[in-house]
């Protein structure tokens, strides 16, 4: 029986932001652009793009790189952005004031963002490349 664990030889590659100011929706919007691609591309996406999420999120990119580079030696030119995940943290809860004595309810939403990232040389698949694996599932034919 094999083990639920990750399948990969080392250890990860990981950078975590939690409680960021912008809803989930908006956040994987942005995140669903740059997966799949290398660290180049995925920087140059996030500046063309005009979401205010791309900010945060490139800021993370690039703490994932400099934990590549400090903790395991490795390049950030080789780098690719894995495994992408946007999960919804708390939500802040305010009131704004009315007229006559009222209040209306406000919701800040928060979410937690993870980057995992890969080594190029060590997730090369000889059956797929880096765009089909941005794509989707989608077989190259020889």
């Known amino acids: 029986m094999e083990s ?7 250890p990860e ?17 942005v995140i ?20 205010g999420a791309c900010y945060p999120i ?3 990119i690039h703490s994932a ?12 030119a080789n780098l690719l952005v894995g495994r992408v995940e946007v999960n919804e943290g708390a939500v802040f809860k305010r009131i704004q004031p009315r007229a006559q004595g009222r ?16 080594e190029i040389s060590r997730s090369n698949d000889p059956i797929m490349s880096i765009e089909s694996r941005k794509k989707g599932y989608v077989w190259r034919r020889k």
């Open 4 to 10: 639920m664990g990750n399948n990969s030889p080392g």
């Open 13 to 29: 590659i990981r950078a975590l932001a939690r409680n960021i100011r912008m809803s989930a929706y908006k956040a994987r919007r």
């Open 32 to 51: 669903n652009q740059i997966r799949g691609c290398s660290y180049g591309q995925a920087l140059m996406i996030l500046e063309l793009m005009p979401y």
């Open 58 to 60: 490139s800021q993370l």
């Open 65 to 76: 790189a400099a934990n590549a580079n400090h903790n395991m030696g490795l390049n950030k």
């Open 103 to 118: 209040g209306y309810p406000i919701q800040k939403p928060t979410c937690h963002t993870t980057i995992v990232s890969e």
